[in-house]
């Protein structure tokens, strides 16, 4: 813990844009309140709260105690100052799925409706549920990810929304499973403008 404290220390920040990074430590994605790293050699991550967020690393630390290393979520080892140290998830967001042509197979989906429901269980309302936070392992299981908004109280709409588009679109035959980047980026823009109709 005292080395990964040590790393956690050096990691710096432009905003939301890493400017340092210790030669042990892998960027393997960002998101809107920390970046997370892959410690080399081991099959840990760390996430690492940008500077406003530090205190999020808390709240989350907090949820992810509770899931108690339920299957469908990253393993959990320990909090620091600001930051995380979970198991490393070899695999690919669902949003990589649709850009390279992986099939997203209606026993996927089923699997994160059983993670949502299991942590709805434990009384958390799972919120931020979107592509790039759930994983499929290089095992082919599901994992969700990034379970910091989980104690959110207002009725987050994400994946059920994911779903219904699932099931009227992704599902039928005719319709590609492999979609360019782009496309994807402009048809969540649209989402968030509420200009879709689902």
């Given amino acids: 813990m005292a080395r990964i404290q040590q790393l956690v220390k050096e990691v710096q920040f432009n905003g ?3 400017t340092h990074i210790p030669a042990s430590f892998q960027l393997v994605g960002q998101g809107r309140s920390a970046a997370v790293f892959r410690l080399e050699h081991t099959n840990m991550a760390v996430k690492v709260f940008y500077p406003p967020y530090k205190d999020l690393a808390d709240v ?3 949820v992810y105690n509770k899931l ?3 299957k469908f979520f990253p393993v959990f080892y320990e909090k620091g100052d600001g930051f995380l140290v979970m198991e490393y998830v070899e695999g690919i967001t669902f949003y990589d799925c649709l850009i390279k ?3 997203i197979t209606e026993k996927m989906v089923l699997e994160v409706d059983a993670a949502l429901e299991f942590a709805g269980s434990l009384g958390f309302n799972p919120s931020d549920t979107h592509l790039k936070n759930i994983l499929l392992t290089s095992e082919g299981q599901v ?3 990034d379970v910091v908004r989980f104690t959110q109280e207002f009725d987050c709409p994400h994946w059920r929304d994911l779903k219904k588009a699932y099931e009227a679109f992704y599902q039928r035959k005719y319709i590609p499973k492999r979609y360019p980047r782009f496309l994807i980026e402009f048809i969540i823009r649209l989402y968030r403008r509420r ?4």
């Avoid at 200009?195 to 689902?198: A, C, G, K, V």
């Fill in 68 to 70: 108690n290393n339920h």
């Fill in 143 to 145: 994992k969700v990810i």
């Fill in 195 to 198: 200009l879709l109709p689902i």
């Fill in 60 to 62: 989350e630390a907090a």
């Fill in 16 to 18: 939301v844009r890493p």
């Fill in 101 to 103: 042509g992986v099939p």
